[in-house]
Protein backbone atom coordinates (compact mmCIF):
# COMPACT_ATOMS: atom_id res chain seq x y z
CA UNK A 1 0.00 0.00 0.00
CA UNK A 2 3.25 2.63 0.33
CA UNK A 3 3.14 4.93 -2.44
CA UNK A 4 6.82 6.80 -3.84
CA UNK A 5 6.75 10.03 -5.59
CA UNK A 6 9.93 11.67 -6.77
CA UNK A 7 10.68 15.12 -7.17
CA UNK A 8 13.28 17.33 -8.03
CA UNK A 9 15.06 16.04 -11.17
CA UNK A 10 16.25 18.62 -14.13
CA UNK A 11 18.41 19.76 -15.91
CA UNK A 12 21.87 21.42 -14.59
CA UNK A 13 25.56 21.88 -15.37
CA UNK A 14 28.35 20.09 -14.71
CA UNK A 15 29.92 20.95 -10.96
CA UNK A 16 26.53 21.99 -10.34
CA UNK A 17 24.21 20.51 -7.24
CA UNK A 18 20.41 19.11 -7.47
CA UNK A 19 18.14 18.01 -4.29
CA UNK A 20 16.07 14.98 -5.04
CA UNK A 21 12.63 14.32 -2.68
CA UNK A 22 10.76 11.38 -2.35
CA UNK A 23 7.50 11.38 -0.42
CA UNK A 24 6.06 8.28 0.92
CA UNK A 25 2.67 7.46 1.83
CA UNK A 26 2.28 4.51 4.67
CA UNK A 27 2.56 3.75 8.35
CA UNK A 28 5.55 3.60 9.96
CA UNK A 29 7.81 5.57 7.46
CA UNK A 30 10.39 5.51 10.44
CA UNK A 31 11.07 1.89 9.91
CA UNK A 32 11.25 1.74 6.20
CA UNK A 33 14.64 1.53 4.52
CA UNK A 34 14.95 4.25 2.05
CA UNK A 35 16.82 3.72 -0.85
CA UNK A 36 17.53 6.21 -4.81
CA UNK A 37 18.56 4.19 -7.67
CA UNK A 38 19.76 5.37 -10.38
CA UNK A 39 19.07 4.18 -14.41
CA UNK A 40 21.07 5.49 -17.45
CA UNK A 41 19.66 4.12 -20.89
CA UNK A 42 21.47 1.30 -22.03
CA UNK A 43 22.72 0.34 -18.41
CA UNK A 44 21.75 -1.35 -16.06
CA UNK A 45 19.87 -0.13 -13.28
CA UNK A 46 22.06 0.91 -10.02
CA UNK A 47 21.95 1.29 -6.27
CA UNK A 48 23.27 4.93 -5.42
CA UNK A 49 21.70 5.39 -1.70
CA UNK A 50 19.87 4.28 1.04
CA UNK A 51 19.07 4.62 4.67
CA UNK A 52 18.47 2.12 6.79
CA UNK A 53 16.67 2.16 10.52
CA UNK A 54 18.87 1.04 12.70
CA UNK A 55 16.65 1.53 16.00
CA UNK A 56 15.63 4.52 17.69
CA UNK A 57 16.65 7.62 16.27
CA UNK A 58 19.62 5.80 14.44
CA UNK A 59 19.68 5.45 10.57
CA UNK A 60 22.67 3.76 9.02
CA UNK A 61 23.71 5.46 5.53
CA UNK A 62 25.26 3.85 2.24
CA UNK A 63 26.29 5.05 -0.90
CA UNK A 64 27.99 3.75 -3.93
CA UNK A 65 31.51 4.42 -3.84
CA UNK A 66 30.84 6.54 -7.61
CA UNK A 67 28.91 9.13 -5.35
CA UNK A 68 30.46 8.79 -1.98
CA UNK A 69 31.53 12.67 -0.56
CA UNK A 70 28.83 14.01 -3.31
CA UNK A 71 25.69 12.87 -2.43
CA UNK A 72 24.26 12.94 1.28
CA UNK A 73 20.75 11.04 1.67
CA UNK A 74 18.72 12.03 4.58
CA UNK A 75 15.06 11.76 5.41
CA UNK A 76 12.16 13.58 7.49
CA UNK A 77 10.39 10.61 9.49
CA UNK A 78 7.42 13.39 10.19
CA UNK A 79 7.04 14.27 6.42
CA UNK A 80 7.58 10.52 5.41
CA UNK A 81 10.40 11.72 3.07
CA UNK A 82 13.81 11.21 2.23
CA UNK A 83 15.75 13.36 0.00
CA UNK A 84 19.09 13.12 -1.87
CA UNK A 85 21.15 15.76 -2.14
CA UNK A 86 23.36 15.60 -5.34
CA UNK A 87 26.20 18.26 -5.47
CA UNK A 88 29.24 18.21 -7.78
CA UNK A 89 27.47 16.58 -10.44
CA UNK A 90 29.24 15.27 -13.26
CA UNK A 91 27.47 14.04 -16.82
CA UNK A 92 27.67 10.16 -16.16
CA UNK A 93 25.39 11.27 -12.89
CA UNK A 94 22.62 11.57 -15.63
CA UNK A 95 20.02 9.11 -15.43
CA UNK A 96 16.43 8.49 -14.07
CA UNK A 97 16.76 8.17 -10.18
CA UNK A 98 14.00 6.15 -8.92
CA UNK A 99 12.91 6.51 -4.71
CA UNK A 100 12.64 2.57 -3.39
CA UNK A 101 11.08 1.42 -0.03
CA UNK A 102 11.38 -1.87 1.36
CA UNK A 103 8.75 -1.25 3.97
CA UNK A 104 7.90 -4.65 4.80
CA UNK A 105 11.39 -5.04 6.70
CA UNK A 106 12.61 -8.22 4.35
CA UNK A 107 16.28 -6.53 4.14
CA UNK A 108 16.45 -8.68 0.69
CA UNK A 109 14.42 -6.58 -1.67
CA UNK A 110 12.46 -3.01 -2.46
CA UNK A 111 8.61 -3.63 -2.77
CA UNK A 112 7.87 -0.35 -3.72
CA UNK A 113 9.39 1.76 -6.37
CA UNK A 114 8.45 5.49 -7.79
CA UNK A 115 8.08 6.29 -11.39
CA UNK A 116 11.78 7.95 -11.38
CA UNK A 117 12.63 11.50 -11.87
CA UNK A 118 15.38 12.31 -15.00
CA UNK A 119 18.04 14.00 -13.76
CA UNK A 120 20.40 15.78 -16.63
CA UNK A 121 23.94 16.83 -16.51
CA UNK A 122 25.83 18.85 -18.94
CA UNK A 123 29.32 19.16 -19.66
Known amino acids: QVQLVESGGGKVQAGGSLRLSCAAS????????MAWFRQSPGKEREFVAA???????????TYAESVKRRFTISRDNAKNAVYLQMNSLRPDDTAVYYC?????????????WGKGTQVTVSS
Open 26 to 33: GRNFYTYT
Open 51 to 61: SEWGGGSTYYP
Open 100 to 112: AADWRGTAIDYET
